[in-house]
């Protein structure tokens, strides 16, 4: 079995290890239940550190690829259902119904655009046209283009924001291609570039997004064939980048003239942060995606993408042998979603409430000592000492929220959980106090209860 990995392992980092193991995991010529060769076996033929190999085993048990029982070794996990493979999958951190599910990460439906009135001016049939029409609206694209961060190439519209990611990656990797993302990053991301077969490299963030430093050794590290990263609201922390740090990131990426940059903006309408766009610099080589399900209702399901032609040309021509096109008659709904002055004003409603939802629970989780972050979206990010344990403390209040560990392409410093802080309409600081009760370490936890 040493002979197997080390032949398989061409790049001798903790990432290239690990994306070695499960290509040999996921062909079967590793199988469920194999017994692995202790960590210092493998970076003796490896000729790398333990620390290598270890770092690397994480990853993989963050998969679910393999698994450690203690003394007895570290093994192949069994197999398990395609679902339950799934990052998404395991988003529900609680595994149950609670009263309180904040764990989905979905837009306040309450904040949403009254659908009714626009409903009724699209169903005048004006939009069912003949397959030959043009897939967008005429005057979508307009409207769309003025809009835009930047003036892209070709533009079209695609049934959400997942589905303009698959359709992007599907049109430009390749198996085996190194991609860059955030770390964390989107988790239905992540599965959806392990499934394609792309080695997936994360890059660290700070308050303003992708650090340009990090960006720029793994460029020098990997021949990355993408980046793909959230401008505004990043989910999960909240994140949104500015002018500025596009600047110096399209810089960074003037290193790596081949990489395509495809920029997910999936909160649209209600994100804080004005829109920004690495495309600003660098046209040619962005593709960027702008959502409407978090600003208008998820389903809409349209999502807008505009980029090179080299790249959109390829999507579209592909979707000629799927579905074609997207409604024309939802495109209507949202055309007119987009111009009614009453609905602009409801998105510009729900951007405010969801402000100060966010403002609200940070705040009084930072009174209580509790590290969390939520400058934008729909989202908050919260530290806690065990992602388990705070689970389980949350559960035991009838509150469900998404584990981080889906989110990390590699460990942080931390561990994390997800919070969708815009279904909190009100009683922050209840919801704190419980939140808090999640962040306290267990030793703490016994210490106040005997009191």
């Not at 003394?71 to 595994?95: E, M, N």
């Not at 695609?158 to 993302?181: I, S, T, W």
């Amino acid at each position: 079995m040493l002979t197997l990995i080390t032949g398989a392992v061409q790049d001798r980092s903790a990432r290239g290890i690990a994306a070695a193991v499960s290509r040999l995991i996921t062909s079967g010529r590793l199988p469920a239940g194999a017994r692995l060769p202790t960590v210092r076996v493998v970076a003796s033929g490896l000729g790398v550190s333990p620390t290598t190999v270890s770092e690397a085993w994480r990853n993989l048990i963050l998969a679910g690829a393999i698994q450690t029982r203690g003394r007895s070794g570290t093994f192949v996990a069994g197999p398990l259902p395609p679902r339950a493979r799934l990052r998404y999958a395991q988003l529900s951190g609680a595994g149950v119904d609670l009263p309180r599910d904040l764990s989905t990460g979905v837009p306040d439906p309450l904040l949403l655009p009254d659908l009714t009135e626009s409903l009724r001016r699209a169903g005048d049939g004006r939009w069912a046209g003949s397959y030959l029409e043009a897939p967008v609206l005429p005057e979508l694209e307009a409207l769309l283009r003025e809009r835009w961060p930047y003036p892209p190439e070709r533009l079209t519209v695609v049934d959400g924001a997942m589905d303009a990611l698959d359709r992007v990656a599907g049109a430009v990797l390749r198996y085996g291609d190194h991609v860059l993302v955030e770390n964390p990053a989107f988790p239905p991301l992540l599965d959806l570039l392990q499934a394609l077969g792309a080695t997936v490299v994360g890059v660290p963030m700070d308050s303003a997004g992708i650090v340009p430093d990090g960006l720029r050794q793994a460029i020098r590290d990997y021949r990355a064939v993408a980046l793909f990263l959230q401008p505004r609201a990043h989910n999960p922390t909240g994140t949104s980048m500015d002018g500025a740090r596009a600047a110096l990131l399209a810089n960074v990426l003037l290193e790596a003239p081949h990489l395509l940059v495809v920029e997910d903006d999936h909160a649209g309408g209600i994100a804080t942060a004005p829109p920004v766009s690495i495309g600003r610099y660098l046209p040619e080589r962005t593709v960027h995606v702008a959502g409407f399900s978090k600003s208008h209702g998820p389903d809409l399901r349209l999502a807008a993408v505009g980029g090179p032609a080299h790249v959109l040309d390829t999507l579209a021509d592909r979707r000629l042998l799927g579905p074609g096109w997207s409604s024309r008659l939802l495109q209507g709904v949202l055309l007119d979603l987009l111009t009614d002055p009453k609905a602009v004003a409801r998105v510009a409603a729900a951007r405010d409430a969801y402000a100060a939802r966010r403002t609200a629970l940070v705040k009084a989780l930072h009174e209580r000592g509790v590290p969390a972050t939520a400058a934008d979206g729909i989202n908050l990010w919260m530290e806690v000492p065990d992602q388990q344990n705070a689970l389980v403390a949350l559960a035991a209040h009838g509150v469900a929220a998404a584990p981080g560990t889906p989110f990390c392409v590699t460990p942080l410093g931390a561990d994390h959980l997800r919070i969708t802080a815009g279904l909190v309409a009100g009683g922050h600081d209840e919801l704190a106090d419980v939140l808090a009760v999640a962040a306290v370490p267990n030793t703490l936890r016994t210490r106040f209860r005997t009191r």
